[in-house]
């Protein structure tokens, strides 16, 4: 950590390392910005979790319903999304596709280039309610004018091969939405986070904690905001459409995620509590694709899953996140000869 923050690799950070259910390492790196009076990182600090939302949000409700019976990973997405039954590219798409990013969806669609004169606005009003950035708001009902259409008529053309796609999220919550009937961060919220008892973990920071408990993205937005954004997502699609998304948009601290992944350890309990079925976990988290070796929604070894020297087993899960996150379960494989170092795990 101190070698990559004299690299300018990040200005800070918090590492976080659980072992057989015990938090064994817990610190804090750095400081918020690379500014000589800026605020030094806290161990509870809030970051912008990127694409750990895709496994920390949409992914966890897809296995609730799926642990329900209230889906199928075969079942099309076009059974819950009503705008997909009548595109002949995408009324047929399985569920199970998405989440393996073998859809053939578009991989990212730069929806700040549509942007026309008048669809932003420096002061909030009943007109432009949704919040960008600080003093940048863009106008009403903009996802369901312009987002969605554009989204629904992107391509699909690479189906059967893996392809990383946010268009896969965008789905997944509008299928997991549709279910539940509600949205996707009152549905977490108010259920999942809360019966853990995660403090941090959920959407639109800035409507709960001061600006200062979380961590701008130190990348400064130079396609779309222009500046430095600090307790809005990272994300510009998740941004315009209100902060919230299945791709993007969740933010946390480490402990709360750690506990999440504990409770995914523990094979769906945590704290006396079953919030999976065993075998739920385990097939999502277990490699599903003869093409890339990844599982349902989780990245693998075999994938993009980042391991240490190829010393990280087959078991292992995670996923990343654009704005520099990473959270993982790493084990050792047992087919390699471990040097007796100190340090170096026997």
Same mark, same amino acid.
């Given at each position: 950590m101190n070698a990559g923050i004299a690299a300018h690799s990040a200005p800070g950070a918090v590492v976080l390392l659980v072992k057989n259910g015990q938090v064994i390492f817990h610190k804090a790196y750095g400081h918020h910005t690379y500014k000589n009076d800026a605020r030094p990182v806290r161990t509870d600090d809030i970051f912008d979790l990127a694409s750990v939302t895709k496994?920390?949000?949409?992914?966890?409700?897809?296995?609730?319903?799926?642990?329900?019976?209230?889906?199928?990973?075969?079942d099309p997405i076009s059974k819950y999304v009503a705008a997909t039954r009548s595109i002949k590219?995408?009324?047929?798409?399985?569920?199970?596709?998405?989440?393996?990013?073998?859809?053939?969806?578009?991989?990212?669609?730069?929806?700040?280039?549509?942007?026309?004169?008048?669809?932003?606005?420096?002061?909030?009003?009943?007109?432009?309610?949704?919040?960008?950035?600080?003093?940048?708001?863009?106008?009403?009902?903009?996802?369901?004018?312009?987002?969605?259409?554009?989204?629904?008529?992107?391509?699909?053309?690479?189906?059967?091969?893996?392809?990383?796609?946010?268009?896969?999220?965008?789905?997944?919550?509008?299928?997991?939405?549709?279910?539940?009937?509600?949205?996707?961060?009152?549905?977490?919220?108010?259920?999942?986070?809360?019966?853990l008892g995660l403090q941090t973990m959920g959407f639109l920071p800035r409507r709960r904690f001061p600006v200062d408990r979380i961590v701008p993205t130190t990348e400064n937005d130079n396609w779309f905001r222009n500046m430095l954004v600090q307790g809005y997502v990272n994300d510009p699609g998740a941004a315009m459409a209100g902060g919230v998304e299945g791709h993007a948009g969740l933010f946390s601290n480490a402990n709360d995620l750690a506990i999440l992944y504990q409770m995914l350890l523990n094979?769906?309990?945590?704290?006396?509590?079953?919030?999976?079925?065993?075998?739920?976990? =385990?097939?999502?988290?277990?490699?599903?694709?003869?093409?890339?070796?990844?599982?349902?929604?989780?990245?693998?070894?075999?994938?993009?899953?980042?391991?240490?020297?190829?010393?990280?087993?087959?078991?292992?899960?995670?996923?990343?996140?654009?704005?520099?996150?990473?959270?993982?379960?790493? =084990?050792?494989?047992?087919?390699?000869?471990?040097?007796?170092?100190?340090g170096v795990p026997g």
């Open positions: 496994v920390s949000a949409t992914t966890q409700v897809v296995m609730e319903l799926y642990d329900k019976g209230s889906l199928r990973l075969n590219d995408k009324q047929d798409i399985k569920i199970k596709e998405a989440l393996l990013h073998e859809a053939g969806y578009t991989p990212y669609i730069k929806f700040y280039e549509k942007l026309q004169p008048g669809d932003m606005s420096r002061d909030s009003s009943a007109a432009y309610p949704t919040a960008v950035a600080d003093g940048y708001y863009l106008r009403k009902n903009y996802f369901e004018d312009v987002m969605w259409p554009v989204t629904l008529q992107s391509p699909v053309t690479t189906r059967g091969k893996y392809v990383y796609s946010d268009v896969s999220m965008y789905m997944m919550k509008e299928v997991v939405e549709n279910i539940t009937h509600e949205p996707l961060q009152t549905h977490l919220s108010e259920g999942l986070y809360a019966r094979k769906g309990s945590y704290g006396g509590t079953q919030y999976y079925k065993p075998a739920t976990v =385990a097939l999502f988290t277990s490699a599903q694709s003869k093409v890339s070796g990844r599982g349902l929604g989780f990245a693998k070894v075999a994938a993009n899953l980042p391991s240490s020297s190829g010393l990280a087993s087959n078991v292992s899960y995670g996923h990343s996140g654009y704005t520099g996150t990473f959270v993982g379960r790493s =084990a050792l494989r047992t087919d390699l000869h471990m040097p007796d170092q100190p």
